[in-house]
């Protein structure tokens, strides 16, 4: 009777051994086929990318330097309606009534064109900003889909601390902004 129990313990502790190797095993498989199939995930910032961006900097002064030029235009141009304006107020006294709505009329046509031209220049300046804006984000998305597909990502999301993009909270080993931000600026 005690050598059959000490099979039955044998043959229960082999059991259990093979039944322990076998579930290693499996975990081990398991494991492999997880990582495997694991997504690469990288979170952008793009402001960051945006702040860091050479062809910004240089795209963002060109338009200063236009507003500038524009400014002065028009503020030659004020100065010249203030001019006609005070030789109007100076010759008042002295005009014919007809010569007086006359020089009226030409004063409000002018005051009119110069509100209208400084509408036009603040249109144009905003419509080009927007045009620049683009072509940098059109840029920086480039860089992220080169970086994504050439180190295999399969998600990369735009992450920003100052306005609400759908991130709540993400790793920093995820933030892949330097990688973008040195991508973009090798970019021609």
């Known amino acids: 009777m005690r050598m059959r129990t000490t099979s039955l313990v044998a043959v229960a502790l082999l059991f259990a051994g093979y039944t ?27 402001q960051a990318v945006m702040d860091g961006y050479g062809k910004r900097k240089t795209e963002v002064g060109k338009l200063e330097q236009e507003a500038e030029k524009s400014n002065k235009e028009i503020e030659a141009l004020q100065n ?13 006294a002295n005009l014919s009534d007809t010569d007086r709505l006359e020089r009226q009329e030409g004063l409000d046509r002018q005051k009119f064109a110069l509100e209208m031209e400084i509408r036009q220049r603040e249109a144009s300046l905003e419509r080009k900003k927007l045009s620049v804006k683009k072509m940098l984000l059109d840029d920086i998305v480039k860089a992220v889909s080169q970086v994504g597909s050439e180190e295999n ?8 601390a100052e306005t609400r993009t759908g991130v709540l909270f ?8 330097q990688k973008v931000i040195d991508r973009v600026n090798k970019q021609k």
Do not use: P, W
């Not at 990502?153 to 920003?160: K, S, T």
């Open 170 to 177: 993400y790793s920093t080993t995820l933030n892949m902004t």
């Open 153 to 160: 990502y399969h998600l990369i999301l735009e992450a920003d």
């Open 80 to 92: 010249s309606f203030q001019k006609e304006l005070d030789q109007y107020k100076q010759d008042q």
């Open 20 to 46: 322990l190797v076998n579930v290693c095993v499996t975990s081990a498989q398991t494991n492999a086929a997880d990582s495997a199939r694991a997504y690469k995930i990288g979170i952008v910032e793009v």
